[in-house]
């Protein structure tokens, strides 16, 4: 009894780490708070090209604006969707920025990917800050991505969390490398609680409904 009880409640929280963990995309990501995740919406991509854009649908940009490559340009293809951003544009390194609806107490997992683009030596990095833009609410950066050829174009996943403090949160990325015009490209961004979902508590309690039915079955 206690073996099937228990092994019950492993598989149960399997599949709560499987539901987080298995998803590709960030649209279909279950629970994923960031709205327009992998800059999809927006104006229509025509054909391999980016556009300097300072708009974009539930995304605020600071530093002029960004650049939105689609469609495979320069045969570097997005890592989700057909659209990405590189937040290094003529106008030098950018951030953008939405508010995320939270719990307070509740701790978050933020997923996103990068990539590089050369340039002469110089490398791609990315700040992500937690509550606004001030120097204080710097949370992560990524490592320095590189000219070496296994980092140019090459996107590369970076994770961080962060426990929600108000009900309202605002979630900034920041083009950190050189502000050159090259590099510092972001996709695919989830923000996802780590708290089970309503339907994941009704499938666990199922279950050990099961084993405690077949128990006293058993005694019978």
Same mark, same amino acid.
């Given at each position: 009894?206690? =073996?099937? +009880?228990?092994?019950? +409640?492993?598989?149960? $929280?399997?599949?709560?780490g499987r539901t987080t963990a298995s998803a590709q995309s960030c649209q279909t990501m279950a629970g994923n708070l960031v709205a327009n995740c992998s800059f999809e919406n927006g104006p229509p991509p025509s054909g391999p090209n980016y556009q300097f854009v300072a708009t974009l649908p539930d995304w605020s940009v600071s530093g002029g604006q960004f650049e939105r490559w689609s469609n495979g340009f320069n045969g570097f293809t997005s890592k989700?969707? !057909? ?7 003529? $106008? ?7 508010? +995320? ?24 990095? +990315? ?6 833009? *001030?120097?204080?609410? =710097? ?10 050829? %296994? ?8 994770? &961080?969390?962060? &426990?929600?403090?108000? *009900? ?9 490398? %050189? ?15 780590? !708290? %089970?979902?309503?339907? &994941? ?12 039915? *077949? ?6």
């Amino acid at each position: 009894m206690r =073996l099937l +009880l228990r092994t019950t +409640l492993i598989g149960a $929280l399997l599949l709560v780490g499987r539901t987080t963990a298995s998803a590709q995309s960030c649209q279909t990501m279950a629970g994923n708070l960031v709205a327009n995740c992998s800059f999809e919406n927006g104006p229509p991509p025509s054909g391999p090209n980016y556009q300097f854009v300072a708009t974009l649908p539930d995304w605020s940009v600071s530093g002029g604006q960004f650049e939105r490559w689609s469609n495979g340009f320069n045969g570097f293809t997005s890592k989700d969707g !057909v659209t990405h951003l590189e937040l290094d544009s003529d $106008l030098g390194n950018t951030s953008i920025w939405q508010f +995320l609806n939270t719990t307070v107490g509740v701790r978050y997992d933020v997923s996103f990917w990068v990539a590089h683009r050369s340039l002469n030596g110089q490398v791609s990095q +990315l700040d992500v800050l937690v509550g606004g833009t *001030a120097p204080s609410n =710097l949370w992560f950066t990524t490592p320095q991505l590189t000219d070496n050829s %296994p980092t140019q174009y090459q996107w590369r996943n970076y994770t &961080t969390s962060f &426990t929600a403090t108000q *009900a309202s949160t605002q979630l900034v990325f920041r083009g950190a490398g %050189p502000s050159n015009t090259y590099g510092d490209h972001i996709d695919n961004i989830s923000v996802v609680s780590t !708290v %089970p979902e309503p339907s &994941t508590y009704a499938l666990m309690a199922a279950g050990l409904l099961g084993v405690f039915g *077949a128990a006293r079955r058993r005694k019978k």
